[in-house]
């Protein structure tokens, strides 16, 4: 047996091992049933496997690699497929009764594509009935767990595919996607999902929920696999008149397998505030979302002023309430100042800054406030760099009195907010 972590590869790797020979594709096979013996019965991602057919299919690809010839980017690849998505030859249930003994009399466009790369099939994976629901616990078979929490839901309605990937079961997994089925369950799993722009995948051999919308797509470790993934299973289909192909096929790929890192850069980041103020948000979930809107804000405009970006700890932790900070001694802000100066590059540390302070306020917190502001905040205006700290350099003990007075405001963000235990709780 191969000394290679067969579990937790991605596709790219994956296909270098194989073709270097670090491991056999039927090696690989072998593994995954083994962690889908092992870890399945508590997760339940899949409905069905089909070891006997999956070891053949890893057997031609090992006997390709041995003749020498030539393979394709997902041969060997063992993938997941959700159950409402027909294989010829297996049972196909979309998660009902009404169809626990029919067996798909053809292949669906995808999996016909999927074949001719010389992927593996380890199996169908569950998911709501007729894919209506959200939660993947409306299968009439089986209720999915979420790998990283059993007491929670995977989402859905391919929570069994999101499932599979996200304890390793699978290297990669198909769903399908009407309202978010993809998306949604990825989300939750903390795995990557796609779905495509309707047309670019085709739907035949689909067993529909909504045949207007829906969309089969790729559920993956990484954007590099789903993008991988897609990549074989896009593209027009006479079987699906609703099926398209871009005009210039190879900028599309190329756009898409090699994107242009300084156009994503300029996008926006909408952000649809009735849903960050209707009523039922958890808590926890709302303070997360604002987390992360602060992170964005702040290494966006870290970026514009071409200042490093250095990850640093902080003093306290916040307070539950928005937009607060918390309460900071002046003996533990000059000690934060000091740790946070010295984690930053030598030719940093002997400019000035300009500080940013918290919301104007005359209470007695508000310098602990525009402490706590300070420490994960970057330089907006400096002086020249010497080689030894200029006259007009302030020192950490500078910093610190200068705290007891009136900050200069800056134009950056407020910093991320890390809450404490006791208020994510």
Not at 346 to 365: C, H, M, T, V
């Amino acid at each position: 047996m191969s000394h290679v972590a067969l579990h937790n590869l991605t596709i790219k790797r994956f296909h270098e091992g194989l073709v270097n020979k670090e491991f056999t594709a039927l090696e690989a096979a072998e593994n995954y049933y083994a962690r889908i013996r092992e870890k399945d019965a508590k997760i339940n991602a899949y409905l069905s496997t089909r070891e006997e057919a999956a070891l053949r299919e890893a057997e031609a690809v090992d006997l390709a690699i041995a003749n020498d010839e030539e393979v394709p980017m997902l041969a060997g690849v063992p993938l997941a497929v959700k159950d409402n998505i027909l294989i010829k030859g297996e049972v196909t249930t979309a998660a009902s009764k009404i169809l626990e003994h029919y067996t798909a009399s053809y292949d669906a466009t995808v999996i016909a594509k999927l074949k001719e790369q010389k992927a593996v099939f380890l199996g169908k994976t569950n998911l709501d009935e007729f894919a209506m629901g959200s939660s993947t616990e409306n299968s009439a078979f089986k209720v999915t767990k979420n790998p990283h929490d059993p007491a929670r839901v995977p989402g859905g309605s391919s929570g069994g595919s999101a499932a599979a990937v996200a304890s390793d079961m699978t290297v990669a997994a198909l769903g399908s996607d009407t309202g978010g089925s993809i998306r949604q369950p990825a989300a939750f799993c903390g795995v990557v999902g796609l779905k495509p722009t309707y047309g670019a995948v085709s739907r035949s051999g689909l067993i529909a929920m909504a045949s207007s919308l829906d969309q089969i797509g790729t559920i993956a470790k990484t954007v590099e696999d789903a993008t991988l993934l897609f990549d074989a299973i896009r593209g027009k289909d006479p079987l699906d008149a609703t099926s398209t192909e871009p005009e210039n096929m190879e900028a599309y790929r190329e756009a898409f397998l090699r994107p242009d890192f300084s156009k994503i850069k300029k996008l926006c980041v909408g952000l649809p505030k009735e849903y960050l103020e209707v009523e039922g948000l958890d808590p926890a979930v709302g303070r997360e979302i604002e987390r992360a809107i602060d992170k964005i804000k702040w290494e966006s405009r870290c970026r514009k002023s071409r200042s490093p970006i250095r990850a640093t700890r902080y003093p306290a932790t916040i307070s539950s309430s928005p937009r607060k900070f918390p309460q900071t001694s002046r003996a533990s802000t000059a000690s934060a100042i000091h740790e946070f100066r010295n984690l930053m590059p030598k030719s940093f540390r002997s400019k000035s800054f300009i500080l940013p302070s918290a919301e104007k306020d005359s209470g007695p917190n508000r310098n602990a406030a525009s402490s706590s502001a300070l420490l994960c905040s970057l330089p907006v205006t400096t002086t020249p760099t010497t080689t030894k700290r200029s006259a007009s350099a302030p020192s950490s003990s500078m910093i610190s009195r200068k705290l007891s007075k009136k900050l200069t405001s800056s134009s950056l963000p407020s910093p991320p907010r890390f809450p404490s235990k006791s208020a994510r709780k």
